[in-house]
């Protein structure tokens, strides 16, 4: 397939800049693939809007304040890194502003006078050693929330707390789970007292969730990988309700990513397997879902591997018909913006 079969116009003034004003009051299109067209709700619906005894799997990753300023020794100038894991005590991947020009050897001074030299550079990546090491500790003094760069702002101190899910425990993410951040305590009850079960899973979000696909062609696009965790007490709770034919719905592209490189063979019984795993799998139109069966997600960018995803799921056209209606209908896109549901 083509990446531009996956364009739709989105004026930009949909982009939503900032979380809305309470978490919770998200707007909520609801596409059911078993009835023509959609309709309008809110997030506070969702209890409602699932089978009691479906099996509802959140992703508890927590973002990173990864985002660091250094200063170059030699010139005075001021770079940004967006840290984005640790391979070895104080040696860190990153990507940088200007990349081309932080070369290996490249001296830099950071907040609290530590330093970092680029022991290595591969494409865009640059791998920085701290001296002395560097911690999360160190980062939630220093670092900031690294909003994606559709938000054309700072990020402030209401990003810290809105930025993440009330549920996020592991740390680890350069980017919110965004389907998540709907989600409150009260929803959460509610879900539950509607006889829907909760599971986490963890996978933390990459870079690779801003790079848009560059090839032609969906088939010549090399997707990112990311790591992932999915406890024994959730493959256990997926599991039987696989048994039992009962719903899997999962909040976010990075559940479905999670659930499906964990499930079993195609021959196979469908089962989720426990355990630490990495992932690149890309999903795309054709795709045979083993695991999940419902989806809560945002509203993705053009062309984006997380539209494409999403297509997979509900079918392009509908997809992107029910895209068009959300524009028309002023929803708000992308990270902080409305909410779509999928069952």
Known sequence: MKTRDFFFNLPEHLIAQKPPRERGTTRLLVLDRDVEGVRHACITELPGL???GTVLVLNDTRVRRARLFGTARASGGKVEFLLLEESSPGRWTALASKAKKQRVGKHFIFPEQREAVVVAAEGIYRTLE?????????????GRIPLPPYIRRTDNAEDAERYQTIYARHIGSAAAPTAGLHLTSEILEALQSAGITLATVTLHVGVGTFMPIRSAFLANHIMHSEKYTVPDSTADLVNQALREGRKIVAVGTTVVRTLEAASSPAGMSAEVRAGAGETDIFITPGYDFRV?????????????????????????????????????NRYSFFSYGDAMLIL
């Open 130 to 142: 701290f001296q002395p090491p560097i911690d999360e500790a160190y980062l939630e003094r220093c």
């Open 50 to 52: 699932l089978e009691p």
């Open 292 to 328: 999940v069966n419902g989806l809560l997600t945002n509203f993705h960018l053009p062309e984006s591997t997380l539209l494409v995803l999403v297509s997979a799921f509900a079918g392009r056209e509908r997809v992107l018909a029910a895209y068009e209606e959300a524009v028309e």
